[in-house]
């Protein structure tokens, strides 16, 4: 479990400390970027720990319920009720979370399409071509957990 020091910092260092962090994920323009920088920033274990916490806000927007929750992340109650209550009273992190569901939303829109349009294209002449992208976008669709 990460920890905290023991050792209290005078509240205006916390506050300096926490923009300059604040300011140095601003400066992150990629998603590599931030996949790099947050290898070099935290142990496995931190990151886990906060891609959990987004895992049960997005789950949670997605009206999953906190027995699946628990089953599909090995989370506990109190760790779902925690992030549900941030989840439904701070209106950024909501905001930021349903703008990434939207965003999976629409990826999911576009995938539907391609596999359309694969098979209605693997029915004619191009059969293998299309007959191939078809099965690629169903094995990309397949690797999505959420």
């Not at 905290?4 to 005078?10: E, K, L, M």
């Not at 070099?40 to 720990?49: A, G, I, N």
């Not at 916490?53 to 999953?64: D, E, G, N, T, W």
């Not at 989370?75 to 941030?86: L, N, Y």
């Amino acid at each position: 479990m990460t920890q905290v020091s023991r050792h209290r910092i005078p509240k205006v260092i916390e506050e300096r400390i926490l923009s300059v962090f604040a300011k140095t994920l601003a400066t992150l323009k990629t998603e590599k970027q931030v996949n790099l920088f947050l290898k070099d920033l935290l142990t496995s274990t931190e990151k886990v720990m906060l891609a959990k916490r987004i895992a049960i806000a997005f789950l949670l927007s997605k009206k999953y319920s906190y027995h699946d929750i628990t089953l599909l992340l090995g989370v506990s109650v109190s760790t779902i009720a925690w992030v549900s209550e941030r989840y439904s009273n701070a209106h950024n992190f909501k905001e930021i979370i349903d703008r990434v569901v939207k965003s999976e939303e629409m990826a999911k829109m576009w995938d539907s399409i391609g596999e359309k349009f694969a098979s209605a294209m693997a029915v004619g002449k191009g059969r293998p071509f299309w007959g191939v992208v078809r099965n690629e976008l169903q094995k990309e669709q397949k690797k999505r957990v959420f």
